[in-house]
């Protein structure tokens, strides 16, 4: 009974230890992956059909208002999602614009400022753009434009993309799904 309960307790020991080195391995990795690394590419043109008004009013004329609305929030949940990615993608060019604000190169330097003003730009207008969604999943016969926040991803989009050429040209940077 003895040597049971000895067994036992050694195998709870060991399972904690296994879990222990799993878990910080996987942390390590995750500090080890750089910032570009957690960018998640978004398909600007499915974003942009998504707002697109004109989609809106054809689904609106084709399909019976409660087939409309539930077919609306599903449109409107998926931007919400497009909207999270940009801003999240947004918080970790901040991030990259930063560190290159100690370059000695002015074009790096002038590249990382405007880098980190879009992204900050971006950040805020996600931030609108997300209660305007959450407002409209509560009216899905409202009208709504994250224009503001595709075109300000395209922006961020082109001035990542330069910074990296000018720090790294052999590496790229990419925003969108697309080439």
């Known amino acids: 009974m003895n040597l049971a309960i000895i067994l036992v307790i050694a195998a709870v020991g060991a399972l904690g230890i296994i879990l222990r080195l799993a878990v910080t391995r996987s942390l390590q990795s995750r500090k080890n992956a750089g910032p570009v690394r957690t960018i998640r590419p978004i398909d600007v043109e499915a974003f942009r059909n998504l707002i697109n008004p004109a989609e809106d009013d ?4 084709r399909l019976p208002p409660p087939q409309f ?3 609306r929030r599903e449109r409107l949940r998926a931007m919400a999602a497009y909207v999270q990615a940009a801003a999240s993608n947004a918080a970790v060019l901040v991030l990259v614009g930063q560190g290159a604000l100690a370059s000695s190169d002015p074009r790096v330097l002038g590249a990382a400022r405007q880098v980190v ?3 900050l730009l971006l950040r805020r207008n996600s931030t609108v753009a997300l209660a305007r969604i959450y407002l409209a999943l509560a009216w ?3 009208g709504f434009a994250a224009v503001r926040v595709v075109d300000r991803y395209e922006e961020l ?17 990419r925003l969108s799904a697309r080439p």
Do not use: E, F, I, K
């Open 69 to 71: 609305r539930l077919v």
């Open 58 to 61: 054809y689904l609106r004329r």
């Open 157 to 173: 989009s082109g001035a990542a993309m330069l910074l990296g050429r000018l720090q790294n040209p052999t590496v790229p940077v």
């Open 140 to 142: 899905p016969n409202s």
């Open 117 to 119: 003003n879009d992204a």
